[in-house]
C-alpha cells in the first residue's frame, strides 16, 4: 500500500513479492591492521553461503574502519552524468517525463533561507548550560590501542592548554601529546591548529580574519613556531592571546554577527566537527567495534563525509525542513553530518549492539561540540534493532525525504524486502544506495504492474576515489526516486 495513496484512485495496487534471483554470497569482512593516510582499509572476501533469515542479518550500512584525528578525503566528490533505466515501457520509446535540469551549485541558487545556523543562548552570558564533552586531554587515556608522548623531548607530561571556541562554554583542554607509532592518531597539535584556522575562516568579519591567521603575525602560525622551537612560555602565551582576542570578538557580537549572515556551514567545519567527534568516541572503540567484522553479512565500511556531502549537497539539494532516515547507521556517522550539514530532522537504525552503544556516545559528543562552535543542528533519533520491524522507523519513512542504505554487501532477499519498503515512502522521497533495487534491464510491461521496482525511477552515478572507507578507487552508486503515477502513465499510453 501507498503511504500517500489514501482515497486516491488507482488503476491497480502495487503487490508485494518475492522474486527469485540468483543467490550472490554474502561476503564475510575482516579489517587490514595497517593503516593510509585516508582510513583503515576494510577488505571483503567471499564466505560461504549462509541461510539467515533478514531479520537477523546485520543491517550496519556505516560501520567503522580507524581515522585517529583526520578522517579527510582528498578527492572532492564529483559525480558523472547520470544513467537512467528501469523504464517504463517496453513496447515503444518512451522519453521519461521532462525533468529540469539542476543548476550548478552556489550559494544565491541553493540558499536554504530558512535555515538558521546559530544557537542563540550558546553566545549569551547569562546561559548556564553546562557541556559535558571528552577533552582532547582525554584522549589518551581513552584509546588504549595507541601509545601517546609528549609532542617534543623536554615537555612535562602535565602541561596543559585550554582553548577557547567560539560560544560561552568553557574552554577546552588539551594535552600536547602525539602518537608514537601511528601518525594518523589523534594529534594534539594540528587540531588546536585547524581549529584556529576554522574559527577565522567561518565566524570572524575579514579584518579580524586577516589578523588571525596572518601568514607571519597570526596565531596558528606563531603557535607551530613555539612548537619547533619548544618554546613553552611562548606556547602558552599564544594560547592566551587567541583565547583573549577571541572572548572578545564574541562579548561584542562580532562572531554572532558573521554566523547570523550564513544559512549554511562550510564543508571544511563540518568535517572539522566529525573528526573531532569521531576520534574521542569512535576511535577509543575500534578494537570492540573490529570484533563484529567476523561472520556476519553485512558490516563493511563508511562514505566518508566528502561523498556524503556531495550526494546531500548536489544530488538530493536538501533542506532544513525534509526529513532524513539511514537504514543501517552504524555508529551513525552519516545521520550527524546530515543533522549539522543540512539542520535537517535525521533518523537512524543499528542493529548490532556495540555499533549503537557507540553511536550513542558519539550522539552525546556531537551534541557537545556543536553547542561548543555555537551551531544549530537538526533533530536527531538513533533507532536501534532491525529496520525492517522497528515501529518508530517504519513511522519515519512514510515522511522521510531522502533515505539512505548502504547496501553495497546485502542479501539479495534483504534488498527484495527493503524495495516492498519502499512501498511505503511518499512520492518524491529519493533513495540513495550503492547497489540499484531495480534490475538495469527492468521495463514495465502488461505482464509485470504488480511489479515494486515499477514505483522507483533510478539514476546511476559514479564517485571518485577516495569516497569510502573499503577502497581507495572510484565506483556507482544510485538514487532512486519513488513515482506511483509511472504505471498510471504507461496504462494511459497502453488502455
Known sequence: MFANGANKKRPLDIQKQTVKRKAEPPRHIKVDQTR???????IAKPAKKTHESSARISNSSNSLVARGGNRRSNTPFASQSPINFGQEDSDDDESPPDTPKRLKLDDDQDRDVSRL??????????????????HAADIPTLDKGTKYEPAFP?????????????????????????????????????????VM?????????????????NESTGFPQRFQRAINKREVDVIKQVIEEYN???????????????????????????????????SRTVSPNLKVLSKYQAGTDN??????PKFVSGILRKDLRMKSSDVFVDLGSGVGNVVLQTALEVGCESWGCEMMKEYYRVADLQHAEFLARCRLWGLAIGKIFLEKGNFLENVAIRKALRKAD????????????????????????????????????????HKITSRNLNSSYNVLSVEKKRYYSNCVSWTNEGGTYY?????SKRIERFLQKHP
Open 36 to 42: 593510509s593516510t585516508q582510513a583503515r582499509k576494510i
Open 117 to 134: 545556523v546559530r544557537v542563540r543562548d550558546a553566545f549569551d552570558p547569562q546561559c548556564t548550560t553546562k557541556i559535558s564533552m571528552v
Open 154 to 194: 623536554g615537555l612535562p607530561e602535565s602541561f596543559r592548554l585550554e582553548l577557547q571556541y567560539p560560544s560561552m562554554a568553557s574552554a577546552e583542554k588539551y594535552s600536547l601529546t602525539k602518537p608514537i607509532h601511528d601518525p594518523h592518531a589523534f594529534q594534539a597539535v594540528s587540531d588546536i591548529t585547524e
Open 197 to 213: 584556522h576554522q574559527v577565522a575562516e567561518n565566524y570572524l568579519p575579514e579584518k579580524a580574519r586577516n589578523d588571525f591567521v
Open 244 to 278: 583573549t582576542a577571541l572572548a572578545g570578538l564574541r562579548d561584542d557580537g562580532s562572531i554572532a554577527g558573521e554566523l547570523d549572515k550564513r544559512h549554511s556551514l562550510h564543508p571544511s567545519l563540518i568535517e572539522r566537527i566529525l573528526n573531532q567527534t569521531y
Open 299 to 304: 558490516v563493511y565500511g563508511e562514505l566518508l
Open 402 to 441: 531522502t533515505v539512505l542504505v548502504n547496501n553495497q554487501v546485502f542479501t539479495p532477499e534483504l534488498n527484495e524486502a527493503l524495495t516492498n519498503l519502499f512501498l511505503d515512502l511518499k512520492d518524491g522521497c529519493r533513495v540513495v544506495s550503492l547497489k540499484s533495487f531495480v534490475p538495469s534491464d
Open 479 to 483: 538514487v532512486s526516486t519513488k513515482d
